[in-house]
């Protein structure tokens, strides 16, 4: 086996690796073993997951023990949680034991914010197995389940000891997953990197298909731009927050989706990158022309865009209190990531709603 590609997240004592590459899941226990090298480990999964991959967990060579379930945004909830510290309890899981979370960005979303509470704080390591979680959710810290008022709003920051991110296992992704996984790459490109943007015009086909160089440099470089964003801001004081351009308009999109299997976020945020992009032309931000190139490489990519989420576009009221849900707002007043053009992101605070509101109401 080849050496993985690492990707280091800086964060003084809290430092840990991101490995990138095929085969890992194959040796498990050996690439965990140097930051959990003793005690009990609990897996937290999918049945899809769990499906395709429970014979790799017997290469922990050590007590290990598992919560399946099943698939799906539904489980970033109250009762699941509760439910799996339960597990975790009746495993007589200790401080120094491991939760390993071996899924998409559910299941590390839910499993991380468990560590962070579980007798106030475990070990924690994520293994994603989708494209969205290797490039984006399972780095950096952020943990949370869902609550009637919107999506993320309950959860912590809480930073793994490892990431493990093996490509093989996109092999198994359905075209949609993967395709959802892959809207997170491109928001790399189009938050702080336009030679990253134009080498996906270049390549995003290839990623796609699942070649294996490029796949790996997608992977990577979009692992580090994350990687140096959280190391400068990890609790999103500032521009941590540009990691959430098409969030906005995505998370709302996903609400009135009833953050159901209609929806994945991945396409929620394709869509509401587009929708970002045209605002900020709309607001004289941007060129037009800036705005047309990125819908025309999601044309190209296959992925989703403002003409396929239609059917959740028709209520701008309920649009825009799931927009005011969001957590970066403050003192009441919306903050939206735009852009001055591919590459330039930036955080506008006290986003006038009235504009928002117009804006939305020409989608209609």
Request: aromatic residues 6%; contains cysteine; proline residues 3%.
């Amino acid at each position: 086996m080849s050496d993985p590609r690492t990707v280091r997240v800086d964060l003084g004592a809290r430092s840990y690796d991101i490995l990138i590459g095929p085969g890992l899941l194959s040796d498990l226990g050996h690439w965990l073993e140097p930051v959990a090298p003793k005690g009990k480990i609990h897996v937290v999964t999918d049945e899809n997951v769990y499906g395709h991959y429970s014979r790799y967990l017997t290469t922990l060579d050590r007590d290990a023990s598992v919560t399946v379930l099943p698939a799906g945004e539904h489980q970033k909830r109250f009762e699941v949680l509760q439910n799996l510290l339960s597990d975790m309890f009746a495993e007589g899981l200790d401080r120094n034991d491991t939760l390993m979370a071996f899924g998409g960005g559910v299941i590390g979303d839910l499993s991380g914010f468990a560590a962070s509470i579980y007798k106030r704080g475990c070990r924690f390591v994520q293994v994603p197995t989708t494209l969205l979680a290797q490039v984006d959710s399972s780095v950096g810290g952020k943990t949370a389940i869902n609550v009637p008022q919107g999506k993320n709003l309950v959860g912590a920051f809480y930073q793994p000891s490892l990431v493990l991110a093996d490509t093989d296992v996109l092999k198994t992704l359905p075209d949609r997953e993967l395709k959802a996984g892959y809207a997170e790459v491109v928001k790399y490109g189009l938050l702080g990197n336009r030679d990253f943007f134009g080498w996906l015009d270049d390549n995003g086909k290839k990623v796609l298909s699942l070649d294996p160089d490029a796949v790996g440099e997608a992977i990577a470089t979009s692992c580090m731009m994350k990687a140096a964003i959280v190391a400068e801001d990890e609790q999103e004081r500032g521009m941590r927050a540009l990691l959430n351009l098409g969030h906005t308009f995505g998370h709302a999109l996903e609400a009135e989706a009833g953050y159901s299997n209609r929806l994945l976020h991945g396409e929620a945020v394709s869509a509401g990158m587009q929708m970002a992009f045209e605002y900020s032309a709309a607001q004289g931000l941007c060129s037009k022309d800036e705005a047309r190139r990125v819908e025309q490489h999601l044309a190209a990519t296959g992925l989703t865009r403002i003409a396929d989420v239609g059917e959740w576009l028709g209520d701008t009221d309920a649009l825009m209190t799931h927009m005011g849900q969001d957590k970066k707002n403050e003192g009441g007043a919306l903050t939206l990531i735009l852009a001055r053009g591919i590459g330039d992101a930036f955080v506008q605070k006290g986003a006038a709603k009235p504009d928002v509101r117009n804006y939305l109401k020409t989608l209609i």
